[in-house]
């Protein structure tokens, strides 16, 4: 007899184990006034469960370090970086590959060339350092996700996809103004949502229609390819790796922080098929990054991510991974918890609108149910709100579209415990939300305020 059980497995076991550090509510509200209330300034010490990002905090597998110890450190042509060139092509079959230390230096590159003043960058929603390297070229960030993205409570199998009337009536007016069209996958600021295989050929044709080239922010390329396995018609006996492929074919570049999907701690590149572009962005590179075969990556690195791309792409893992966040989100959202649906794949969006709605945008309330999940359990998470999105490039304020707390969930790290655990914490401040006070900021950097400002509660 074929059984079917419930319980989601973690399709790997234990092999080395980092100790986690106990701390007091009275330790914990002393590093949260050291830290300005920002979560980012906190020690990471004195942090119990680290949602704060996915991005470089996964575990490495065994044979992922196995493969460090084939690293080869030479200046140029190294071997390990034909094998990390070889594993990159094989998923994202571009012509030039060009190797940087994370994602936001390939989006630099990539900017630094096409951007400018006067220029227009559409994408589903650009995320944080992707809108800051657009913008501090001089261009213009446009988000253009359809409208089910914008709304946390509405249900829509692909809430990541881009709106391709607007993506159309944008390039048949300032087609000139465009010279490239971005797709993140999944959309991080959106609430880690999938776009789906029908959209990216959608706006494939309409961008390549009017000659202007489609780029992917692809560091959740294997997420946003399950959601395509399990959700859209016709894709479910598909490889994953295969629909990665096709995903690719429809594109004509890609920037990629390795430290996502792939597995990596550390690491990046930016893909593309134009010669005369590759070039460009190769002299960029070797100013600012280093030699066109490490592109500031020791080869240890590149051999790490060359065995993380395979991995990336295992059913039996991507299954587990997007099972175990579905978890914590349907745990929440059974207990009361706003959250945005449908749960995406890399993380957990906490409605803070919704959930603190007696605190106006401009104090924040993103920001203050950061600090209070911390406060309660030692859980640190990340707002994308208005701190992250409010500030325009003339130096006006105004609310982001969707006040969310993001708790990131890195990659093979925690296990059902912890998980269990934070759902405790999350269902006790959302008990006690209306007590929660606004924020001010006392200090504000002039980009991505995000990561070094300082707060202090309002009242």
Known sequence: MDYTFSTIIEPFRIHSVEPLRLTSAAERRSALAEAGYNVFNLRSTDVLIDLLTDSGTGAMSRDQWAAIQHGDESYAGSPSWF???????????????????????????LFSVLGGPGKVIPNNTHFDTTRANVEASGATALDMVIPE??????????KGNIDLEALEALLAERRDDVPVVMLTITNNSGGGQPVSLANIRAASEISHRYGVPLFLD????????WFIHEREEGQGDREVADIVREVASLADGMTMSAKKDPFGNIGGWLALNDDALA??????????????????LAGRDLEALAQGLSEAVSPDYLRYRIGSTAYLGDALDRAGVPVVKPIGGHAVYLDAKALLAHIPPLQYPGQSLA??????????????????????????????????VRLAIPRRTYTQSHVDYVIEVVSAVARDAASLPGYRMTYEPAALRHFTARYEPIG
């Not at 094998?83 to 590159?109: C, M, S, Y």
């Not at 993205?149 to 692909?158: E, N, S, Y």
């Not at 692809?218 to 390819?225: D, H, I, K, T």
């Not at 359990?377 to 130096?395: H, L, N, S, Y």
């Open 371 to 404: 600090v209070a999940l911390y406060e309660a359990g030692g859980v640190r998470a990340c707002e994308i709100g208005t701190v992250m999105f409010g500030r325009q490039p003339d130096g006006s304020e105004v609310p982001a579209a969707m006040e969310l």
């Open 218 to 225: 692809a560091c959740r390329f294997a997420e946003n390819a």
């Open 83 to 109: 094998r990390f060139e070889a594993a990159v092509k094989d998923l994202f079959p571009f012509r030039h590959v060009i190797p940087t230390h994370q994602g936001r230096a390939a989006e630099k590159i």
């Open 279 to 296: 070039e460009k962005c190769r002299n960029v590179l070797i100013l600012t990054e280093g030699f066109p075969t490490y592109g500031g």
């Open 149 to 158: 993205g914008r709304d946390a409570a509405a249900i829509h199998p692909f």
